[in-house]
């Protein structure tokens, strides 16, 4: 299978991993201003959708690395009876990407900062001892001419064997990572996920264990790409708001033939779930919160209204006055104004009431993936034993 790899060329760690209290689970609070029926209480169902993996004690760790335009992301997980638990992650913004709409490549700062990042994974695969892991790179190696030999380089100086995805295969994973946090509902619905570099709408039809995807659609604009491509903020409030409406347009522009293609499929309860620092941000800011809270925001259902009306307040702002902002800060004060552009985007090509948020996507479609092949290649091997067993004994 392409979601079957080797951990990163390291050897399978012997011996036995001494048990961790750190790696218990702990209770998390219930989310405020969740609807009936929302996306956490169906992640707590039994998942037919994946197959735990077969091993004593279910001790093995597994492993996925995302490396996108923006960010460097790590999740190292063990299966668990209806799931999987995590036991270590790791984020850091990188900037991957920055400068590669004006010049087609990857700078060497960027590269320096995503090869720091990647050098902490590669320490914690070590320590953790994991059994199988997947590498994946995005859109910023996609469309890097340096992008190939960048990943040349993160082998030989990390041992991790990073894999650049098609924008389909990238859909296909946020899929899988966060369609169980879906609205309860009839009909398709769209799941998107927005990027640093690129922007991906994925029409699917709920109802089996893993959605059926129905129609999907890439485009090269994501917080990143689409700031850099606009050009920075500068004037007044009116030369804000008019760059944020070209944003918006350039976004709307890229997806009319996918908008017009899913046109038979709308419905009058159209749903909606979005995966991105964008949907997980403007959910903070929904709430009020102080500070990050994923186990507030992941699985959130928010008004669309409440959505758009933040983007909008957002938008008018000066880089200035959003840093200032609980959940926003200086980070992330240039890029999320992008952000809330391609939600706005995305609300006109498929509006709906309401918007589920999660903060969960490609790393966890990886584990998945990975879970389920290892369980279906050792139910083959299984099988194969028996077959040769019967066959001496006939």
């Known amino acids: 299978m392409a979601d079957y790899s080797p951990p990163d060329g390291r050897e399978k760690a012997k011996g036995k991993a001494k048990n961790r209290k750190g790696n218990r689970r702990r209770k998390t609070k219930k989310a405020p201003n969740r609807a009936p029926g929302d996306g956490k209480a169906k992640a707590r169902q039994s998942e037919s959708s994946w197959r735990r993996p077969p091993h004593n004690s ?18 190292i997980a063990r299966p668990s009876e209806d799931n999987f638990v995590v036991i270590d992650a790791f984020s850091r913004v990188v900037r991957l990407g920055e400068g590669l709409a004006q010049t087609g490549r990857l700078s060497d700062a960027a590269m320096d900062r995503a090869l720091g990042a990647l050098k902490i994974c590669s320490d914690k695969l070590r320590k953790r001892n994991v059994h199988l892991a997947r590498s994946v790179a995005t859109e910023a190696c996609r469309r890097a001419s340096n992008g190939e030999a960048f990943i ?14 098609s924008a389909q295969e990238e859909a296909r994973l946020a899929v899988l990572g966060c369609h169980i946090l879906l609205e309860d509902g009839i009909g ?17 039809e709920p109802g089996a264990p893993v959605p059926r995807i129905l129609d999907w659609q890439s485009v090269p604009w994501g917080v990143v790409s689409l700031t850099e491509t606009v050009g920075k903020e500068v004037g007044p409030q009116e030369d804000r708001l008019a760059r944020y409406e070209k944003m918006k347009q350039l976004v709307l522009e890229s997806f009319a ?84 552009a391609i939600l706005e985007a995305i609300l006109e090509i498929w509006s709906a009431p309401r918007l589920g948020v999660a903060d969960r996507g490609i790393r ?21 034993r028996q077959a040769k067993s019967e066959g001496v004994s006939g």
Do not use: W
Request: hydrophobic fraction near 40%.
């Open 58 to 75: 279910y001790k093995q760790a597994y492993a996925a690395i995302d490396l996108g335009t923006n960010n460097c992301r790590l999740l």
């Open 152 to 165: 040349e380089r993160v082998r030989k100086e990390t041992g991790i064997a990073l894999n650049i995805i």
């Open 257 to 340: 033939e996918f908008s017009d293609r899913i046109e038979p499929h709308r419905s009058p309860d159209q749903r909606l779930l979005g995966t991105s620092g964008t949907v997980t941000t403007l959910a903070s800011v929904h709430l009020g919160l102080p500070h990050y809270d994923r186990s507030q925001v992941d699985g959130l259902i928010v008004p669309t209204d409440s959505m758009v009306d933040i983007s909008q307040r957002l938008s008018a702002m000066s880089p200035a006055e959003r840093a200032e902002l609980d959940c926003i800060g200086h980070e992330r004060a240039e890029l999320v104004v992008a952000g809330c």
């Open 364 to 384: 966890e479609g990886i584990l998945r993936s990975l879970m389920t092949a290892d369980a279906e290649g050792s139910e083959a091997q299984a099988a194969l």
């Open 188 to 204: 398709p619905a769209i799941i998107f996920d927005i990027g640093g570099g690129s922007t991906e709408l994925v029409l699917i």
